[in-house]
Every structure is written in structure tokens, then in C-alpha cells.
């Protein structure tokens, strides 16, 4: 297989820097980009429950635990647009470097076919950035695996090096064994690919090992593959948004031109020259390598869509309420990330092959303009993931309030209840726009918060135990201090939420702020905090 050259290495990195600045622009500004799961904070204390939570399930294990060591570095802000930067470069330079082109276009198109791509945007807009440092560590996981199939040296320390980046969610960490077990077996070398395997199974040792030592409920409620099916997003319906890489279950993290008539239309035609080019992928692969790759996509997409196939969504029903763990199949739409890998890389070697053509007839203007418009089209068909989303991403600044609510539970014993009591909150000063509850992650404390989530009208119920009592509590009409929680943050202005103050009788209150108000539960051991 041709090596890039240092041209096209350069062009890659110029290319990558590009689409990071026109992406990210919003970000120049100063603050925190607050987008549902996506919550940074100014410095998140380390705590135990970083890496093994009693109560809840390990699904941002060792993520937060990460974050969190960063921030001891760097402030949060920087540690966000740090993660955000790494998703964009490594996933336009990685694509660009694996896809086994003959002309330094074909890069170009495979890198900017796998960056700019409605699973990234959407992924972007619900937060899950974690999951996207998988999306875009993938390319360098499959060129480490061909290296180690080809014995090249330091193939082990690479594919580490690759592997850890997508190990830091559940969901990463399953896709990179997935890829490794798929992608390294060969009839000699056998011993050096389960070692392989063995050293990614490794990596993903912290959420595993959470996930054993965890008392939450690892089976979760069936109503959830319904609400996390995925969706359709313009007439191809559910299967055809999931064939453009898009098609996640929140209407509200989809860019607007997922609407568009024509952009089914663009998926036929990408499609269509990733069929044309993977001729040329088997060619210029090690023999067999792109059918496994191509055999690891199917299974892929076959996730994605097992919520909206035909009897598929009684079957993952049963299997979620009954299997510890199958939850993560639940939001199948994760799963795409090798398919949407394949298809970039298909279609820059169809349009290699159909600029052939044109050359042949039309010289090498023809050839131009061919490779020209197959670098165009994903930015024409998804112009809005230009400039955060279409404004969508935005940083904004923590009111003074929080500061000073951590100041005073800091070294303070007891947990915290924030309420409203929900998971998520829309502020006034985030723009209305909807993130996950920041009071775990800004204070030093125990914060419990509700995880039962709400798409649309349905209730998913979380796992959390500890959780699901006080929600009962509180639903009887008993006060706060029936839960047994020593401190109450109530976050007054959270999405236009109040909080009946029938419920905070015989609390002492500690701090009143515009936005948030803290208070203490003499029953728990009143310490004289003010």
C-alpha cells in the first residue's frame, strides 16, 4: 500500500486546521459550551465516583475521571476546546492517511468525506463528545491494525496509542474491541492479534470493573429502544437517514439541512461511489482486510437500525429488561462509526475511479472537476455544521452564583440534592438551550440528580436507586428533609422550573443568589455554614 507523501501529509494538516477553525468558530470566544451532555466546568474536583459510581451506571467512566485530572492542569475551558479541536484534526488527518489513494485529491475527499458528516453534527449537538474521540481515532485504529498485520514495528504501542482515545466511554471502548477482534485475526501471527485484543479489552478495564462493582440496576427499561430508535429525518425515513451517518433519536440535535429533500439524494450519490470504489479498497488492502472492515459496518448499521426493523424492536425490548448491560444497544445510532468510515473511505476511491474516466475523456479538467465536486459535496449538502452548528454551539459564562455555592460545600460532608429535580436544565444565561444539570461536576459534594429521562412524553426510568427514592418522596408531597439529604441547591431559574416552597419547609437556608440558593437540613447536622 502507497505511503502519503509529505505533500499530502501537509495538504491533510492544512485541511484538518480548516475544518477545526470553520467548525469551532464560536468557540474564539470566551466561556463553556453547555449542550446536553456536553458540561465542562472551571475545575472538576476528583472524587471516587469518577471511576467507581455506587449507584449509577459507569457511562462516563473513565471520561470524567479524565476531565477531571485535566482540569487539576488547565482550566475547563481549555480542556473542552482541547477535546473538541483533537475530535476534528484526528478525524479529517486519520481518514485522509488511511484511505489507500494514488492521488493526493482522493485523500482530501476521504478526509473531509468522514469529518464533515451528519453523525459528527449530531453528535456534536447532543454532547457526546467522548463518543466522537472514538469516531475520530478509528482511521488511526484501522492503520495501526494493518501495520500489525503487516508486522511493522511499534504495531502494538500504536494501536494503544489509537485504542485509548475511544476507551474513554463504553460505547468507544466496545467499538475499538469490536474493530481489533474483527480486523486483526490472520492465519499466521495469531498469537500477536489476541494480544492485541487483549490490550484493548484492557483499556476498557476501568468501565468494566465499574460496571461489576456498581449497585445500580445494570438492565434498563424497554420503553427506552423505542424513544432512542433511530429516527427520520426527510423522506428516506429511518433507514435512509441512517444511511447518510444522521438519524439520531433527538429531533432537536439535528442540523436543519437534514430536512432537505435533496439530501437523500446526496446519500444515494455517496453512496453509489463507495460502491463504485470499493473495488479498489479490496485491491490496495491486504487481502481480505476491506471485507472484514466492510463486514464490521454491516454489523454496525445493523445496531443502528435494530430499533426500527421489523419485529427487531420486541427483541431489543426483551433483551435490555433482561440482559445486564444491553442497554448501550439502545441508542444504536453509536454504533455507525465504522460504517461511516467505510462510505468516506469508498466513495474518495469512486471518485478517483470516475475522474479516471473523466480524464480519459475529458482530460485532466474533467478529472478536476470530478474530484472538485466529490470534495464539495458533503459541505453543499450539510452546510450548517459550519460555525458551531449554525450558532447552536455558543460558549457562555457560569453566573457568579456557582462559585460561590462550591465555595461553601467545599470539605462539606452529606449529599446535595439539586433541584428542580431532573437531569437536565435549559438556563436563562445558556441560551435556553438544554444541558445536563453542571452541580455534579462544579461542587465537591455528592450531588444526587434525577436520572429518569424524558423524550417527548415518554419516561425512561434510570437505574439509580437512591434516586428513585427520593423522586417518591417528593412525589407524595413530603418536604426535602424526608429524603435524608443534608444540603438542597435549588437552581431557581433552571427552564422557567419553580419549586413549590411547601417542600423546603424546615430547611435552613445558607446563600441566596439570583440563580441559585442553597440550603441545609438542620435534621442532617447543622455545621453554622454561611
Known sequence: MRRSTLRERSLLVGLGLAVTLLVLAPLAAPGYVLSYDMVFVPHQPWRTELVAPSDSLPRAVPLDAVVSLASQLVPGWLVQ???????????????????????????????????????????LLIGHWGLLLAYASLPWLVAAVIRLREGGRWSLPLLALAAAPAAVTPTGGLIALATTAVLAPRRAGGRVAAFAVGLVLLLNAPWLVAAALTRADARTDPDGVAAFAARAENWS?????????????????????????????????????????????????????????????????????????????????WLVAAVPGAGVLRDGQKFLVPYALLVALGAALGAERLAAVAAGRAGRVGAGAVLAGALALPVVVLPDLAFGVAGRLRPVSYPADWDAVAARLDGQPGEVLSLPFGSYRAYRWNGGRTALDPLPRYVDADVLVDDTLWVGTTEVSGENRRAAEVRRVLASGAPVTATGARWVVVQRLAGGHRVDPAVLVGLREVYAGEELTLYENPAKGGSGVS
Open 237 to 317: 425515513g429511518a433507514l435512509g437517514a441512517l444511511a447518510g451517518t444522521g438519524g439520531i433519536w433527538n429531533a432537536q440535535t439535528t442540523p436543519t439541512s437534514r430536512s432537505s429533500p435533496l439530501a437523500p439524494v446526496a446519500t444515494a450519490v455517496v453512496l453509489a461511489l463507495a460502491v463504485y470504489g470499493y473495488r479498489r479498497l479490496r485491491r490496495r488492502w491486504p487481502v481480505g482486510f476491506a471485507d472484514r472492515l466492510a463486514g464490521l459496518a454491516a454489523g454496525g448499521f445493523l445496531a443502528a437500525a435494530l430499533g426500527v426493523l421489523p419485529g427487531a424492536g420486541a427483541l431489543l425490548e
Open 81 to 123: 476546546r482541547l477535546a473538541l479541536v483533537a475530535v476534528l484534526l484526528l478525524a479529517t488527518i486519520g481518514a485522509g492517511l488511511l484511505v489507500p489513494a494514488r492521488h493526493p485529491a482522493t485523500r482530501l475527499v476521504a478526509a473531509l468525506g468522514y469529518a464533515w458528516t451528519p453523525y459528527l453534527a449530531e453528535r
